[in-house]
């Protein structure tokens, strides 16, 4: 049996965090299993700690705070995160853009709540509940260099006139998210493995 080990950084909440955990930990395809031994934040006070202590995964913290530039900071993620050897690193709600040094050491994949191109960066709900679209959605991506650009993965959009209170449409945007993002990161690793 083979293992297939997977690295999740967040910095929030955690719900997709423990969604992927949950899906994918321990989950076989062939005879690889996919193993989640580490979960990685860079705030102290995220809740998703808390998720990982219940669900028994290792969270390792790193306040990105008191470093000199976001290269330098990165280097001591790499460190932590290189010895668990991970194929993939996933991008749960990590608030933090990545170096070029980070990006170059991992294979990483991101979720981000809107169709890409359209409304990158950190208001990216807001900014689709305020648009003028008829739908809106989720996308799973590739890290590049540029933010919230690489190739994309999956997509998944919904008509919005369902979900007229931004609360609805965000809880909305976040149970796609739950289900999107585990089951692409099984596509993937499933067409990774055929390939090998
Ligand atoms: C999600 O909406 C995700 O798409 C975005 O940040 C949010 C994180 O939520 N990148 P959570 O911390 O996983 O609950």
């Known amino acids: ?93 990590y608030m933090r853009i990545l170096s070029e040094v980070f990006i170059k050491s991992f294979l990483t994949i991101n979720i981000h709540p809107s169709l890409l191109p359209l409304f990158k960066g950190a208001n990216a709900i807001k900014e689709s509940f305020e648009s003028d679209m008829k739908i809106a959605g989720v996308t799973v991506h590739y890290v590049s260099k540029e933010l919230d650009s690489g190739a994309i993965i999956a997509q998944e959009a919904f008509y919005r006139k369902d979900y007229e209170t931004f609360e609805k449409f965000e809880n909305k945007i976040h149970s796609i998210e739950h289900k999107l993002y585990p089951h692409s990161v ?4 499933q067409n990774t493995i055929k390939l090998s």
């Open 1 to 93: 049996m083979n293992t297939y080990p997977i690295v999740i950084l967040f910095s929030g909440n955690g719900s997709n965090m423990e969604s992927l955990y949950k899906n994918l930990h321990h989950r076989y395809i062939e005879d690889w299993c996919i193993e989640i031994p580490m979960v990685f934040t860079n705030n102290p006070h995220a809740f998703g700690i808390k998720r990982a202590e219940k669900l028994g995964v290792e969270c390792k913290i790193l306040c990105h705070k008191n470093y000199k530039n976001r290269a330098e900071y990165d280097q001591h993620i790499i460190d932590i995160i290189q010895p668990y050897n991970p194929k993939i690193c996933l991008l749960a709600g």
């Open 186 to 189: 099984f596509e993937v690793i």
